[in-house]
RNA sequence: GGCGAGAUAGCUCAGUUGGCUAGAGCACACGGUUCAUACCCGUGGUGUCGAGGGUUCGAAUCCCCCUCUCGCUACCA
């Protein structure tokens, strides 16, 4: 076999709050049979996989839990990678951010960009906008008030420390521009061109104060590393990276990277801050971030309240884990988010799966069994109709390779059973049982089923990174081994006089929708009551035993206030006597709000939450002494106080009983 | 509001630089076959190629405008 070089490719870490979802896990499936692609093409690869595990949100996730963060990142970590194993994810490592080499390197690296003047300290000496949470130098403030709103602005006493983005903007700029194949698909690099880098970049806060679960800026102990410095150093420090140049073969060999494979939501952070940090170290960029799509489901956002969220583990103990695989990398498209039902699963594993494949392989050997004792031989009696076959298959390799170049995987998989579908065909036009019954035909009949099995052993290896265990089952029951990628365009290379297996076990099973569903529907129930006890005990003030996402919610911390302050803020309750949307906008409703004997118009951006029909009548909180503003042209003269959460889902506060328009809160 | 993408068979989508009767898979109907997991093979659509205008011998494919959807982003008091 060829050897082409050496191939770096990495996910991106996932992060240790919880179980992944199927669409985390797609990742680390698609990301697994590019690998496999790239080890059979001849290609030295080197998959990197791996765990984020800092940050507030685990940290408070763990205080609830009565247990240190580590212990809690240990379980997490343990899960996700006890997943990936399962859905035969084939790393050749497996990165946690709490692994000490890296901790130590993160330290080193910031120390660097500290000295030579990329990271400064701000303190937020300006003045500072909590409502805007943005902070603003004496010369930009107007009449000394915030510029944004108006308002008036404090000096914030929090201190970070920041990286110099613009710095570095004008050569990642050139460098995207002259290399078009870097950002992928390239929706995305205009996307980042457009929104981030020709409108001026900002300056990346890269520590926190305000939690201590982090890496510690090692000459400043109260402020630990913020996410990114921390999350994207992994893909140089997991292979040996050293800040002082004493690196590992193994870095010296890999960087830079061939591909970053990461979920289209972090393409800015991988396509902006990754790279500049890299200049910034004075290393060569990636060659390439693929930003891939994500499976929805019915196109909806999976959400545990609901029970419908997919996990790996449910899909591959209904159907397997080969079915599992095939299923995202076949319904994933390359540009557009897929969309995954459990319906839909059931579709493609009869039709693809049981029908086409498994059936295929079934009926060959049975029919070789049946008319030849199971011996596969070749005896040069061959037909017009052979010609096509034997194209098709010998074809398949550059087509698929064409493909998986261009990262499309599902393509690729479907190219693979166009093999399988040609061999069905080829059946049918050669009818094998006609030929039995006539011995004058027993060597054209040899010869078809060992095309047949020819066929099916070149489909079966081109499946071998795709479907990594089926392909062995396939070889087994041929009693072959599958093919090297080089000898993938010839046929006639199975070995004549193999016998096959007598007795053929399907390879999938037909599967009945009914009876999935009504599986389907026990995971969901069983989910939704796991969800909803947690609720529950949460509301109850109850300590929960096992943390899950969402439980909690966790802010950043505000300045305290004095009484005074708060007392300056007038809320009352107010009713909505009208409400509509306001036009060329998409999140605005304008509500008419009586309150007291006076009425408010007030916009509030909920439209994407509350339709102006369900608005009316609502008895609402309002901060009725708000400066007034303009919003997208219409006044605005209060503000509607709702709850949010961690997705951005908004409930308006409404007094627990009914009480007066005008009704004082305090 | 800014930038971008898209609107093609019931569903999911292909359609290269404009050019023969607009394609694939699934679903559906009918026919064939029986080796096989009620499988496999074949045949079948009058699809206004989102609406309207234009360029051209000729447009799903280029230009203009409109409607709708989606992505990123800003705003969301």
Wanted: one cysteine or more; glycine letters at 6%.
């Amino acid at each position: 076999m060829a050897n082409k070089g050496k191939f770096y490719m990495t996910t991106a870490i996932a992060y240790t709050s919880g179980k992944p979802h199927i669409g985390n896990t797609y990742e680390a499936i698609l990301a697994d049979a590019i690998a496999r692609f790239r080890r059979f093409e001849g290609y030295e690869v080197f998959m990197q996989t791996g765990t984020d595990e800092h940050g507030q949100k685990i940290e408070l996730k763990a205080n609830a839990s009565g247990i240190t963060p580590k212990e809690f990142v240990d379980g997490v970590s343990g899960q996700i990678k006890d997943i990936w194993n399962a859905m035969d994810v084939s790393y050749d490592k497996f990165i946690r951010t709490t692994d000490e080499d890296h901790e130590k390197q993160v330290q080193k690296i910031f120390k660097k960009f500290y000295d030579q003047g990329d990271i400064y300290k701000s303190e937020y000496e300006g003045m500072y906008c909590t409502p805007c949470e943005s902070f603003w130098t004496e010369s930009q403030l107007v009449d000394g008030k915030c510029p944004d709103c108006g308002r008036e602005c404090q000096p914030a006493k929090e201190e970070a420390y920041f990286f110099k983005m613009s710095k570095y903007a004008d050569r990642l700029i050139e460098h995207i521009n002259t290399h078009p194949e870097f950002i992928q698909p390239v929706s995305r690099k205009n996307e980042m061109m457009n929104n981030f880098l020709l409108p001026g970049l900002q300056d990346l806060c890269v520590s926190r104060t305000s939690y201590t679960w982090g890496i510690p800026v090692d000459f400043d102990p109260k402020h630990v590393i913020y996410v990114w410095m921390d999350a994207l150093t992994n893909y140089i420090t997991g292979i040996g990276y050293d800040v002082d140049g004493n690196h590992t073969d193994v870095y010296k060999k890999n960087w830079p990277a061939d591909l970053h494979l990461i979920g289209k939501d972090i393409i800015r952070f991988h396509t902006i801050y990754w790279p500049i940090f890299l200049m910034a170290l004075d290393l060569p960029l990636p060659k390439q971030v693929f930003g891939h799509p994500w499976l929805l489901q019915g196109g909806d956002k999976m959400s545990k309240s609901k029970g419908n969220v997919i996990y790996a583990d449910d899909m591959a103990s209904l159907f397997g884990v080969d079915a599992t695989r095939f299923f995202v990398l076949h319904e994933m498209p390359f540009e557009n988010d897929g969309v995954i039902t459990w319906e839909l699963v059931v579709e493609r594993y009869n039709t693809e799966l049981a029908n086409v494949l498994g059936n295929l392989v079934n009926r060959t050997i049975s029919m070789a069994n049946k008319y030849h004792g199971g011996v596969i031989a070749s005896t040069g009696v061959t037909d017009e109709v052979d010609a096509d076959l034997k194209a098709v298959v010998t074809s398949a390799k550059d087509k698929i390779t064409k493909k998986m170049e261009e990262l499309r995987v599902a393509d690729a998989i479907s190219e693979v059973f166009a093999i399988f579908r040609r061999s069905n065909k080829y059946i049918d036009e050669t009818a094998p049982w006609a030929l039995a019954k006539d011995e004058a035909n027993a060597d054209r009949l040899k010869e078809v089923l060992y095309n047949l099995t020819e066929a099916i052993t070149i489909g079966a290896s081109l499946l071998a990174p795709f479907l990594p265990s089926t392909a062995k089952k396939i070889a087994e029951q041929l009693n072959t081994s599958l093919r090297d990628y080089d000898d993938l365009d010839q046929f006639g290379l199975f070995a004549n006089g193999t016998k096959v297996t007598e007795s053929p076990v399907p390879l999938f099973g037909r599967l009945d929708t009914k009876e999935i569903m009504e599986k389907v529907t026990v995971i969901q129930e069983a989910q939704k009551a796991a969800y909803e006890a947690e609720e529950a005990a949460l509301n109850g003030g109850t300590k929960v035993e096992e943390k899950k996402d969402e439980a909690v919610i966790d802010i950043e911390a505000k300045e305290e206030i004095t009484y005074d302050a708060f007392a300056k803020m007038q809320f009352q309750v107010g009713e909505i006597i009208a409400c509509e949307e306001v036009p060329k906008s998409k999140k605005l409703l304008c509500s008419k709000v009586k309150i007291g004997s006076e009425v408010k118009q007030i916009v509030s951006g909920i439209k994407q939450h509350y339709s102006a029909a369900e608005m009316v009548g609502k008895k609402v909180m309002v901060l009725v002494n708000l400066k007034p503003a303009t919003l997208a042209g219409v006044m605005s003269e209060g503000m509607l106080l709702c709850a949010e959460d961690a997705e951005g889902n908004l409930a308006l506060m409404t007094p627990e009983k009914p009480m007066p328009a005008g009704a004082e809160i305090c």
